[in-house]
């Protein structure tokens, strides 16, 4: 990001220095999509940009109805960056919403919802900042074809890692070396063959400001990882979807295609978003101490409201019919609800660390399909629930949870079994989002509104599988 601009004179001035030809105004709608609309500089000037830009908030699924459809853009100077995409010279800048009668944030802004959430958090005095980090899991494949018509349901996809693609010819040759099922983390080339593909996404993020770390081939075959830093609650989230958006043309421009689907391959490994929070205040961390893994009560308590509230958070961490297909037994999901020091068959993993200030919770069930302003606000509203009420979160389980003998299974909860759990539950457990005014019941209720539409269009859809199953029957 372009850390000099931080008013509408300073993003003015930096589109004249810059010889900048547009300026891409985007935000973020309930399914964690970014739309933009880009003005040309000379459309801009100091009143414009403090006025605030009208558009039609009718037209994005969820929000307003078409008779309160005036909607306004504001801008956040400190998200600058230029689109390193773009055919001709554009600056971007990630807005919020707000009701132009009242100038006041709209409610079903997710955005908006996280700016309250980091808000109440202060007003809470329990802290003052809450860190989140996110481990973002993706695919790449060479090709992706797909068909929903009342005749055909289909989806085919193609990628050189695929043991499928062991007798195919791609570019007339086939290099013989691929991953295998479950074989893909950490192999070096020829047989992670995406190695520089995903050099190439990390270093466009450090371009645009990111602080990048890593990048490596995850477990199933064409998955991927890249790393960024922690930030606050807003910046991780906002930092998140340039991630997705990098990710998704620099894959374009490979000729390859991305997705952050949490289950695009049956039978293999399925892609989640680990997500490390942590509560400071005062610049001190607040969850070292002398309890278990080194954590200090507020910390417990936290995990505690984590898990009592998980079936509601599963609504927004995993929004979509696909996320219940990763979170099955078998594929590495952490489908139970327990915390454990180091053990990743937990649901909140306390990873490894000397430092006070490293000390976190990761919670291990979220995938990217998860719209994040809304995700990291669910997730800090749960854990402070657990803060103010002591929650406990019962003892740690240190043992393998995938392996756990069916006697000990029944007494471990466990995550939403599907979308539906998840809705329904979020209908029912949503006071503890609702303190501070954070959640309110209106982008509760459209929330799920748009997300029972979804669940219903799957259900009523014919499946490949069904006709395997009872075509003959």
């Known amino acids: ?16 220095d810059e010889e ?21 500089r000379s459309a801009l000037d ?41 055919a001709q010279k554009t600056a971007f800048v990630v807005c919020t919403i707000v009701d132009p009668l009242t100038d006041q944030p709209y409610p079903r802004d997710p955005r908006s919802v996280a700016k309250k959430a980091e808000a109440y958090l202060a007003s809470t005095g329990i802290a003052d900042t809450v860190f989140v980090g996110a481990e973002a899991e993706f695919f790449v494949f060479d090709s992706v074809k797909m068909c929903v018509s009342p005749d055909k349901v289909a989806f085919e996809l193609s990628s050189v890692d695929s043991d499928a693609a062991a007798d195919k010819d791609f570019d007339g040759r086939n290099s013989g070396h691929r991953p295998g099922l479950k074989g893909g983390y950490f192999p070096l080339p020829p047989v992670d063959t995406t190695n520089d593909l995903r050099a190439d996404m990390l270093s466009v993020l450090a371009e645009l ?5 890593r990048h490596h081939h995850e477990v199933a075959a064409a998955q991927q990882e890249l790393g960024f830093a922690f930030d606050r609650l807003i910046r991780t989230a906002d930092n998140l979807q340039l991630y997705k958006y990098v990710v998704r043309n620099v894959a374009a421009e490979y000729g390859k295609t991305a997705t952050f689907m949490p289950k695009p391959v049956m039978g293999d490994n399925g892609s989640g978003m680990h997500t490390h929070l942590s509560l400071w205040k005062d610049g001190k961390p607040l969850f070292a101490g002398n309890g278990y893994a080194d954590l200090s009560d507020k910390a417990l308590h936290f995990i505690g409201g984590i898990i009592r509230h998980a079936r509601a958070l599963n609504a ?10 990763r979170l099955v037994p078998g594929f590495e999901a952490p ?35 998860a719209n994040p302003y809304l995700s990291f606000a669910a997730l800090m509203m749960a854990g402070l629930d657990g803060i103010e009420n002591k929650i406990n979160p019962g003892d740690p389980m240190d043992k393998n949870l ?60 014919p499946h490949p599988l069904e006709f395997k199953m009872y075509y003959s029957l």
């Open 46 to 86: 100091e009143d414009v940009l403090e006025d605030g830009l009208l558009f039609d908030g009718s037209s994005i699924d969820g929000w307003c109805t078409v008779n309160e459809s005036d909607m306004k853009l504001k801008p956040d100077y400190a998200t600058v960056g230029i689109d390193p995409f773009a």
């Open 402 to 461: 995938y392996d756990l003998p069916p006697e000990e299974l029944k007494d471990v909860p466990s995550v939403a079994v599907d979308l539906r759990q998840a809705l329904e539950s979020l209908d029912e457990d949503r006071s503890f989002l609702k303190k501070g005014d954070v959640f309110t019941d209106e982008l509760i209720d459209s929330y799920l509104e748009i997300k029972n539409a979804e669940l219903k269009e799957f259900e009523r859809t």
């Open 316 to 325: 927004f961490t995993n929004p979509s019919t696909n996320s219940y297909k």
């Open 335 to 369: 489908v139970l609800l327990a915390y454990s020091a180091r053990n990743r068959s937990a649901a909140c993993r306390i990873p490894h660390g000397t430092s006070p200030k490293s000390k976190r919770v990761e919670v291990r069930f979220p995938d990217c399909l």
């Open 1 to 16: 990001m372009v850390k000099n601009v931080k008013d509408a004179e300073g993003l003015l001035r930096f589109v004249a």
């Open 209 to 213: 400001g990111l602080p990048v770390d």
């Open 20 to 40: 900048i030809v547009y300026v891409d105004f985007r935000f973020t709608d309930y399914k964690a999509k970014w739309h933009h609309i880009s003005y040309h």
